[in-house]
């Protein structure tokens, strides 16, 4: 039995949650955000609760049942709250800034990285070697902040590069060199 397919979303006031069939809409104070549900998985909103249902125990229902909540359930935790995610750059002359909408990036190479964020994904910069991946959309603010770590991942020996802000760098001891 799928635990967290039983578990119900409380739905906050605000926000609106919309079924059309296989589309389930979640509109509030952040945005809205859409997805299209597999059709033997059943979802139906009773007062400001969200209930998924499906409807045998077959091997893929029984894996759609927890997606499906687990994605609706971040669907309304998104356009309410938002979600984020700190990336750190180290390393000597490494440094970020935004120039409009652009985040630009000196990561050591002969030019500089520029990146734009995709809709509904918002880019900061507080200091010159922190920045602030925030959005409604959990999979995009996830996805966007993995490209950008992409762009110079850390290295093992002095840590250089882009890393999350909760991420351990696991390091490694360099040569031993003669005794």
Do not use: W
């Amino acid at each position: 039995m799928s635990r967290i397919g039983l578990k119900p979303i409380a739905v906050p006031a605000g926000v609106n949650v919309t079924i059309n069939g296989n589309t389930v809409t979640v509109k509030g104070p952040n945005g809205t955000l859409t997805m299209d549900k597999h059709p033997n998985i059943s979802v139906c909103m009773e007062s400001s609760e969200i209930n998924v249902a499906r409807p045998n125990d077959d091997k893929e229902n029984r894996a759609l049942h927890g997606l499906t909540r687990a994605l609706i359930a971040n669907m309304v935790e998104g356009v309410t709250n938002g979600f984020k995610k700190i990336l750190e750059v180290n390393g000597v002359g490494y440094r970020v800034q935004m120039q409009g909408a652009n985040l630009v990036m000196n990561l050591g190479f002969s030019h500089q990285v520029i990146m734009t964020a995709p809709e509904g994904v918002k880019i900061e910069c507080p200091t010159a070697n922190q920045i602030v991946v925030s959005g409604a959309d959990k999979q995009a603010v996830g996805q966007f902040a993995a490209q950008i770590r992409e762009k110079r991942p850390p290295e093992p020996y002095k840590g250089k590069g882009i890393k999350y802000a909760e991420e351990h760098i696991r390091r490694k001891e360099g040569k031993a060199g003669k005794k």
